[in-house]
């Protein structure tokens, strides 16, 4: 990994450093989890909206960021299950192939830390698997975990209050049970119910868990205290729809752009006009 550089050592003032450390820190990174290689990159504080590097082939991909890197993980290649991790480089604006042998697509990752978990998915005969690895960056070694209960493929998943609640997903029946991994006694529980599934997205804000069908757009929300499921809506939007949260604050991807909620007058507002075809998703 680079070392870091002070603002002093490469002569740059400290108001501009903290401006582009901001600036960096507001980004989102918008990329194609299907057969388009787009990357796209939109910043909330200055509304910069740019194409990056398009990336090498990988379908049914899930996506994770690490400090500068953005790692695009088990995935399909000619319509199997792929070993292929493209990493993509913030500063260099550049891509690289790697290696992560899961055996699955359609999967759902969570990053805690300097580790990244990965949850389910399906194998090479598109059967929805209930497997677990946890993946170290700096160490570049995977490890198997403890199975989930529930076979899950696309899950919503959430970290919190150092517990990671894994809901949803697509299997052969419907599945809304939520099941709670303790990354410190490596075990799995039941944790209640929401009241959705299928091809989830999910994002935390504060307290709760905000979870859509990135088919159907079909929304619902999870409150881990509580361990509750609030009634399932639809939030109006068209296509294919992805979630994220930043400072606080839930942001939707679909068809025509992106768009955050006003809790406060329970409203959303679009903060970027724009089309984006393929399943896309965004993270920041």
């Excluded at 604006?93 to 389910?120: A, R």
């Excluded at 959303?268 to 993270?283: D, E, G, H, M, S």
Aim: glycine residues 8%; charged residues 20%.
């Amino acid at each position: 990994m680079a070392s870091e550089t002070s603002a002093v050592e490469t002569g740059i003032s400290k108001d501009f450093a903290e401006k582009l450390t901001l600036d960096t820190d507001s980004t989102f990174y918008i990329l194609s989890r299907c057969t388009k290689g787009y990357l796209y990159e939109f910043n909330i504080n200055t509304e910069s909206f740019i194409q990056s590097a398009s990336r090498p082939p990988l379908t049914r991909c899930a996506i994770a960021k690490y400090n500068n890197l953005i790692y695009v993980v088990a995935g399909q290649r000619e319509e199997k299950p792929s070993d292929a991790a493209l990493i993509y480089d913030i500063n260099k604006k550049s891509w690289t192939e790697h290696n992560i042998p899961i055996g699955n697509s359609f999967l759902t990752v969570c990053t805690v830390g300097d580790q990244m978990y990965l949850f389910g998915g399906i194998d090479s005969s598109e059967t929805p698997q209930n497997t677990c690895f946890r993946y170290d960056f700096e160490t570049d070694r995977l490890m198997k975990l403890a199975d989930m209960e529930k076979y899950r493929g696309q899950c919503a998943v959430a970290y919190y209050n150092s517990s990671i609640y894994v809901m949803g997903g697509f299997s052969c029946w419907f599945n809304n049970a939520v099941e709670r991994y303790d990354p410190r006694e490596g075990k799995w529980s039941r944790a209640g119910e929401i009241n959705g599934g299928g091809a989830c997205s999910s994002a935390l804000v504060k307290d709760t868990v905000h979870v859509i069908n990135t088919y159907t757009g079909k929304y619902c929300s999870f409150d881990p205290r509580s361990l509750r499921g609030a009634p399932e809506k639809y939030l109006g939007f068209e296509g294919k729809q992805w979630l994220a949260s930043m400072d606080n604050k839930l942001y939707l991807l679909h068809f025509g752009g992106i768009s955050v909620y006003d809790e406060a007058d329970d409203k959303w507002a679009n903060v970027l006009n724009y089309t984006f075809y393929k399943c896309p998703a965004f993270i920041c």
